[in-house]
């Protein structure tokens, strides 16, 4: 039965973020003017973050459960195969949307199909409704900050699994090899939570894959 309101799929991979998930799936169900599904690919979790994404409505929140442990690259795309709407947010398991996330970002598109909206992010700690800001970033070409329409995740195609780390930039680099526009806003449309098992600290430890993704490119432009 249809709603009358605009949709968006919600793609949300997860590995052991239990302590963080059901906030950020409720910041995604409570959208304004949005009928949202989350789909959630875990991977491989040994917390209790099924039980966790098993406690929202079926129809609203899908979960893709994996035994063993296939990489955030793959799990994404798991759920991406998944997934049928127009428009698509891409969300970390630690992270919140503010409630007029989606509005924002699907105004500014203005109904274009090719052209990705982003806006700004705010880091911080504590909780969503209690936060001690520790950073505001700008605009950014950040997927974690994107509206991205369904044309254009067809164009740049599915995240590369052969990456541990990096995948979200090697897509976004890729699409702006394409020739993508890019829009963006100046309203905060995710909040990143800084904690001490952050992804982000992973990839500062391990930077390969961000190196090979510098290669790729600059070989690509030198053709």
């Given at each position: ?12 991979p ?19 003017g949005?009928?949202?599904h ?6 491989a ?8 994404a098993r406690?929202f409505?079926?129809d ?5 459960s994996?035994?063993e ?7 994404r795309n798991?759920s ?6 127009a428009?698509?947010?891409?969300l970390?398991?630690?992270d919140?949307?503010p409630?007029?996330?989606?509005l924002h ?9 090719d052209?990705i909206a982003?806006?700004?992010?705010v880091?911080f ?6 936060p001690?800001?520790?950073r505001?970033r700008e605009?950014v ?19 590369d699994?052969?990456?541990?780390y990096?995948?979200?930039v090697?897509?976004?680099a890729?699409?702006?090899?394409l020739?993508?526009s890019y829009?963006?806003i ?5 909040l ?12 500062a430890?391990e930077?390969?894959?961000?190196l090979?993704?510098?290669r790729?490119?600059?070989?690509s432009?030198?053709v």
């Amino acid at each position: 039965m249809s709603t009358g309101l605009l949709t968006c799929d919600v793609i949300m991979p997860n590995r052991n973020y239990g302590a963080y998930l059901h906030e950020a799936i409720s910041s995604a169900l409570n959208q304004e003017g949005f009928h949202t599904h989350v789909i959630l690919s875990d991977d491989a979790s040994s917390d209790d973050s099924l039980e966790v994404a098993r406690s929202f409505a079926a129809d609203r929140v899908t979960v893709i459960s994996h035994a063993e442990q296939i990489g955030l690259p793959a799990a994404r795309n798991s759920s991406i195969r998944r997934s049928t709407s127009a428009l698509f947010g891409f969300l970390d398991s630690d992270d919140v949307w503010p409630r007029d996330r989606l509005l924002h970002l699907h105004d500014s598109l203005q109904g274009r199909t090719d052209t990705i909206a982003t806006g700004v992010a705010v880091e911080f700690s504590g909780t969503s409704a209690h936060p001690t800001v520790q950073r505001r970033r700008e605009a950014v070409r950040n997927l974690s900050c994107a509206l991205v329409p369904r044309d254009v995740l067809s164009l740049v195609g599915s995240f590369d699994e052969g990456l541990q780390y990096g995948d979200t930039v090697d897509w976004s680099a890729r699409a702006a090899n394409l020739g993508v526009s890019y829009i963006t806003i100046d309203h905060v449309v995710t909040l990143r939570r800084i904690h001490d098992k952050n992804m982000s600290r992973m990839i500062a430890s391990e930077p390969s894959d961000y190196l090979q993704i510098v290669r790729r490119y600059r070989k690509s432009r030198s053709v």
